[in-house]
């Protein structure tokens, strides 16, 4: 895959990886801005919510210690209403390199997912971010490809297109 | 699709014989023998293969009695990959608010905004 800046648009498609052996969702994305400043994107509460939640809901973040050995818990949000809710520790923070969390939707209390999120510094102020999630067992992978895992995956792109509009 | 047929679907080509079989069956139908006869297994344990792939819907046999040719049904790989792509896309969608949350932090680079609680 080319990392050349003439080819952005391209090359920062997201593209998915779902071993037919393993239970695992692989999803690699590069993105145009350094390590450092794709990290803070992810661990910091104030720029999370801006992109995590899914586009027709508000995410609401009760806790957040976002440090080697800490935890989190975050609802979303959808016409005043709770839908949903999420919670994990944070096993490793290694600043603009690693991220590695724990993930359980409470509507499914005895699931748990591991998240090893890796930053390459791909050089030029851009990153490619290597997410790897890992669950029970392929039954578990396959019915999280298939509902999409978000809440509410269904009401298109408007979030998105709005988004964009705005340049 | 459903998730269970897609379950199947997965569990299905978990297994690299039945990949393989796969990849046979995409070239042209082919009978029980022939299927079996590049493998160091019997005809039953082909079989056996072949019932995964066929309760999968990825498989099914033509009319012809005799001979039984399976036949690969392409179409289930087609919705397959629809599905994969329909995840792509939300994790592209979501990818996007954080290319937009990126280039408005370009403004305020050196300024902290770790916050934790309470400001100061």
């Known amino acids: 895959m080319s990392t050349n800046a003439t080819h952005e648009a391209e090359t920062r498609q997201t593209t998915i990886e779902a071993d037919p052996n393993l239970p695992t ?25 801006q992109w995590l939640g899914p586009k027709s809901t508000e995410m609401r973040i009760d806790k957040w210690d976002a440090d080697t050995g800490g935890n989190y818990r975050y609802v979303a949000i959808q016409n005043g209403e709770e839908v949903a809710a999420f919670y994990g520790s944070f096993h490793e923070v290694r600043p603009s390199e690693r991220l590695v969390q724990t993930f359980t939707w409470e509507g499914m209390p005895d699931g748990v997912s591991l998240e090893t999120m890796t930053f390459e510094d791909l050089g030029n102020g851009r990153t490619r971010t290597i997410g790897l999630s890992v669950v029970e067992n392929l039954e578990t992978r396959d019915a999280i490809m298939a509902s999409g895992m978000d809440v509410g995956v269904n009401e298109g792109y408007e979030k998105l297109d709005a988004l964009l509009a705005q340049g | 699709m459903s998730e ?25 139908d082919a009978t029980v023998s022939q299927l079996a006869a590049p493998y160091n297994v019997s005809i039953q344990a082909v079989s056996k293969h072949l019932k995964v792939l066929e309760d999968a819907g990825l498989v099914t046999r033509s009319q012809d009695a005799q001979r039984r040719p399976r036949h690969l049904e392409a179409e289930v790989f ?33 300024k902290p905004t770790i916050n934790k609680g309470a400001a100061s």
């Open chain 2, 78 to 110: 087609d919705m397959m990959t629809a599905w994969i792509e329909r995840y792509r896309r939300q994790a592209e969608e979501r990818y996007r608010r954080l290319d937009a949350v990126l280039a408005s932090m370009d403004d305020d680079k050196s």
């Open chain 1, 25 to 49: 969702i692989r999803i690699i994305r590069d993105f145009d801005a350094p390590p450092e400043k794709v990290f803070r994107a992810w661990i910091e509460p104030d720029l999370v919510v």
């Open chain 2, 4 to 28: 269970d047929r897609l379950s199947r679907v997965f569990a299905a080509l978990a297994d690299p014989t039945r990949r393989d079989i796969v990849a046979r069956l995409a070239v042209g």
